[in-house]
C-alpha cells in the first residue's frame, strides 16, 4: 500500500499563534518540531501496519518546515512548492491508495482555530457549491481528480468534524479547540499517540472514503480587499459578484483548482 501524507501547521497540537507559524520568530522552531513530530508518528503507525512506500508533502507555507533528516526509512518529503495547482497536494498522483491530512485548520470564517483560515489570510471565505471551503475541501477534491481517497484528517476539532460532515467514513483524530485567539490543546505525547491510533483505523477504511465528483462546480471566493477582486475579475471565466466576492464555474477539478491558483 502507498499513502501520501499533506502536512500543515497550524492544526498541530499546540500552535496558537501566527508567530509559530513565521520562521522570522523564535516560536516558530518550537511549532515546526511538532509537526515533524506529529508527521513522524503517523509514518511509523503506517509502517507498522504494512505501508510499503509514503511521501510526506510539506504543505506550510515556506514547504520547508519538516526536518527531513528525523523522518523514517522509506519516506519520501515533498518540499517547496511546484508552482501548480495541486498545491497542498503536490507530488499526488494515481499510484496511490489512500491520502492523509494532518495539522489542518478550520476554514476561514470559521471560530474552530485563532489561525482559522483557506489558502491565504488575504480571504473572507471560500465556497464551492455553496459549501464553506476548507484546505481539506479543496485538496480533497485535488485528490479525487486522481482517484485517491482522503482517508484521515488531524487538527482543530472544527476542522475533523467539517471532514466528517463532508465524508462520513473519514476517520478524524482531533487535537485541539480553539477559543477566541486562544486553544485548548492536548499535550505533544498524548497528540501523537492518538494520531498513531486513528492511522491504524483510518487504512481499515480506505476505499469507503471515495466521494463522489460533482457535475458542476461552482466557486466563490470573497476578498478583504476590494481591489483584489476587481483583479480578480479580468480572468477568463469570472463572473463579479459584488465589490468583494468573484465566481467561477467549471465541470472539472483541473479548471477549478487552476482558477484558484491564479485569483486568490
Not at 513565521?22 to 511549532?31: G, I, L, Q
Not at 519520501?76 to 489512500?98: A, H, Y
Not at 464551492?128 to 482522503?150: F, K, M, Q, W
Request: with cysteine.
Amino acid at each position: 500500500m502507498k499513502i501520501f501524507i499533506s502536512a500543515d501547521l497550524e492544526g498541530c497540537a499546540g500552535v496558537t499563534s501566527w508567530e509559530e507559524t513565521d520562521s522570522k520568530y523564535k516560536e516558530y522552531e518550537k511549532a515546526a518540531l511538532e509537526m515533524t513530530e506529529e508527521v513522524i508518528a503517523l509514518c511509523e503507525s503506517l509502517l507498522e501496519e504494512g505501508v510499503d512506500a509514503i511521501v510526506v508533502k510539506d504543505a506550510h507555507d515556506s514547504g520547508k518546515n519538516i526536518y527531513y533528516n528525523m523522518l523514517p526509512n522509506k519516506v519520501k518529503i515533498f518540499r517547496s512548492w511546484s508552482g501548480g495547482p495541486d498545491s497542498m497536494v503536490d507530488g499526488l498522483d494515481s499510484s496511490f491508495d489512500g491520502a492523509i491530512f494532518i495539522g489542518y485548520h478550520a476554514a476561514a470564517s470559521q471560530n474552530g482555530n485563532p489561525l482559522s483560515h483557506t489558502m491565504t489570510t488575504d480571504l473572507s471565505k471560500i465556497t464551492i457549491n455553496d459549501r464553506l471551503c476548507s484546505e481539506y475541501l479543496l485538496h480533497t477534491y485535488a485528490a479525487a481528480s486522481y482517484g485517491v481517497p482522503v482517508i484521515m484528517i488531524s487538527g482543530d476539532k472544527m476542522i475533523c468534524e467539517s471532514a466528517k460532515e463532508f465524508n462520513p467514513n473519514i476517520t478524524t483524530a482531533p487535537l485541539k479547540e480553539g477559543y477566541g485567539h486562544g486553544s485548548l490543546s492536548l499535550n505533544s505525547r498524548d497528540a501523537r499517540d492518538l494520531i498513531k491510533k486513528q492511522a491504524k483505523e483510518a487504512l481499515k477504511e480506505v476505499e469507503k472514503n471515495k466521494i463522489e465528483i460533482p457535475d458542476e462546480f461552482s466557486m466563490k471566493i470573497q476578498f478583504k480587499d476590494h481591489g483584489k477582486a476587481y483583479k480578480a475579475g479580468f480572468y477568463p471565466g469570472v463572473e463579479v459578484v459584488d465589490e468583494c466576492t468573484v465566481k467561477f464555474k467549471s465541470r472539472t477539478i483541473k479548471d477549478m483548482l487552476i482558477a484558484r491558483m491564479f485569483i486568490a
